[in-house]
Every structure is written in C-alpha cells, then in structure tokens.
C-alpha cells in the first residue's frame, strides 16, 4: 500500500476539544482513492467524529481488511493502533484484540466484498458476539480494487460499466445484522455528513456491536446510468426514517423537537442517544419493526437510513466472557504464570 504524508495546515483560532487537540490532528495519510470516491468523505466523518467526541488518538484500534474500503484506515488517526489484516478475516483480529485489550475503542472498516463474501462468517460471529465495535461497512456493490465486478450487495438489475446485468439476489448487511443479533443497526449515505458523523459518534459510545452500513459510490466503476449504487440513484430513493443524534454525559440537552416525535435511549456512559422519528410509526428499538422497515422499503426502492435498530441491555462480549478488565500487558506476571502449584490444582479440577 502506497501511502503519502498529508501536509497539515493550521488555521488561526482554530477550535481545539476538550483534550486541546484540533481536527488537524485526527487526520491521517494522504489519501489516494479516486477522485470523487465516497470513502473519502467516510473518512472525514470518522475523523469528525473521534475529534468531537474528544478520544484520545493512541486510546482507538483501527482494523480492516483488503480492499478500496480497507485502505481509508490510513487516512485517518495517524496515532492510533492499527491493522490491515487478511482479506475477510478483519473481524477475528478484532476480537482478539479486544478480549486483551478491551479499555480502547474499536473501530473496523470494511467494504461489501471484504465483509458479504470472503468475510461474511466472520462479520456474523462479531454480531453474535456482540463485540465492542463500530463496524463501518463502506457499501459500493462493486470490487473496486480489482476492476468493478459485481459484489455480493450490488441488487438484482444493475447495470455495470460494461454493461453486464446482475441477476444474482443481494445480501443486505442490515437484514443480516438484525438476524444475527447486533444491537446497532444502521444505514446512511456517504454523502450526508450532517446524518453519518453522529451516527458514527453513537456507535462509538454504543456498548456492542454496532454496524453502520454506508452507501458509498465508486465514481471510477459503479457512478453511472444503471447502476443502484451511484450518487444519482441514492440521492433519489435516499429516505430518512430516523434522525439521530448523540449527546455526551457533560453536555446539557438541548432539543427542538417536538414531544412525542423523540426518543431518548441511554448509554452506558451516560450520555443519551436522540432519534426522530420521521416515520411516527417506526420503533427503532423493535427488532420486528425493523425488519418490516427495512423490506417494506425494498419493495418500494427506498434506501432507508438512519438508526434502524437499537438494543442498549445486551451485553457485550466482555462482560457476557467475564474478561479480565485490566490490559493484559498490565497483568503482572505472576498472576499470569501463578507457578506449577497453581497449574496441578487447576488439573485436579478437571479430573
């Protein structure tokens, strides 16, 4: 992978968080997508989004796998951990990590041919899991690094550059995280950061998996006539069921909303989800009400998006393993290697 040092560029009085840091500093690389590429705005909203939140870089894990999508780690938290791993396999790394580690905060992303082919057994076990993460599924419906053939997402009908019909059924990675048991599920559109970098923020503060499927256009493949994936076709069936917005525990709520139309959901850290209900008759925190949503909106071509789903009494992975709280690395090494006393007693148990 080809990576160059993106030049920082300080404006006067620029706004600093709570740590002092700017925006500058949660960047990462320069990027080297296509022109255009939907990624890149992803990018910018997971950058935004650790920045006001206020998370210390060196305190997050990026991971991610092989593709277009697997690449944008690099071009953003140049301070963090991070990893490119096998093609697919992205979400076991990720676990690992965490049950050594589970006091950073995780953040994978992955595209619809890392995550709904090669990867697919892996993702599911993350959800069923529910693993501490925010999964960013950058969806374009094409292999993009290798020249635009059809992913397992891209619907039954598109048209590629060349033009060769898909007539093979997708898989919705929504529809497969309801099933498998996330208790985060949402939808949003690369080109909507008003919608996405809040959605990103709660995810990061939702303790368990959180999945957020991102409808990404490839501009070099998968932009043009035909295509369900490009900008054009997006911006014309995107639909808005619910508007969320995270608010941190030190911040007082302020809203203008109007009753009845909010829903409040709170963290674990004490800050609290918003969601508006543009849809009064969704309930986000009903997995049966999503499912309908979600294939009513099939029938009707509608992209729905927004936070589709949510289930904050679940617990994660490592409260449900009893993992040790402590990093691994700060375990002393006797109560790692207890001696051959501890190892015979353990033994006789078993006998």
């Not at 090494?333 to 001696?339: A, F, K």
Request: glycine fraction near 8%; include cysteine.
């Amino acid at each position: 992978m080809t990576s160059f040092v993106k030049p920082r560029i300080d404006r006067k009085n620029a706004p600093v968080n709570s740590l002092g840091l700017k925006r500058q500093d949660y960047d990462g690389a320069m990027s080297t997508l296509c022109a255009g590429c939907g990624h890149d705005s992803v990018t910018a909203a997971m950058a935004t989004a650790f920045y006001e939140l206020a998370i210390e870089p060196h305190k997050a894990v990026k991971v991610s796998g092989i593709g277009c999508s697997s690449k944008t780690t690099a071009y953003f938290l140049k301070e963090a951990h991070g990893a490119n791993t096998v093609h697919g396999r992205m979400p076991s790394f990720a676990t690992g990590a965490m049950a050594a580690n589970a006091a950073l905060t995780y953040i994978g992303v992955s595209g619809d041919g890392d995550s709904l082919s090669i990867g697919i057994g892996q993702m599911i076990h993350a959800m069923r899991r529910n693993a501490n993460m925010v999964y960013v599924l950058e969806n374009n419906g094409v292999y993009g690094l290798t020249k635009g053939q059809f992913s397992a997402s891209a619907d039954i009908g598109s048209i590629a550059k060349k033009g060769t019909v898909n007539e093979q059924p997708p898989l919705d990675p929504c529809i497969m995280a309801l099933a498998a048991g996330a208790t985060f599920v949402a939808r949003s559109f690369s080109g909507d950061r008003k919608q996405l970098v809040p959605l990103i923020k709660a995810g990061l503060k939702h303790k368990g998996f959180a999945i957020i499927d991102v409808i990404s256009p490839c501009v070099s493949f998968n932009d043009h006539k035909g295509s369900t994936k490009s900008y054009a076709h997006t911006y014309k069936y995107y639909h808005k069921a619910v508007h969320a917005d995270y608010i941190p525990p030190t911040d007082e709520i302020m809203t203008s909303y109007d009753e009845g139309e909010t829903m409040s959901v709170e963290l674990h850290d004490g800050g609290k989800i918003l969601l508006k209900k543009l849809d009064p008759n969704y309930d986000p925190t009903s997995q049966a009400s999503a499912f309908s949503k979600i294939m009513e909106s099939k029938a009707s071509n509608e992209i729905l998006t927004g936070l589709l789903y949510i289930d904050d009494t679940k617990e994660d992975m490592a409260t449900q393993n009893n993992l040790e709280a402590r990093p691994l690395n700060q375990v002393p090494y006797t109560e790692l290697n207890p001696g051959p006393k501890a190892l015979k007693a353990l033994q006789a148990g078993w006998k």
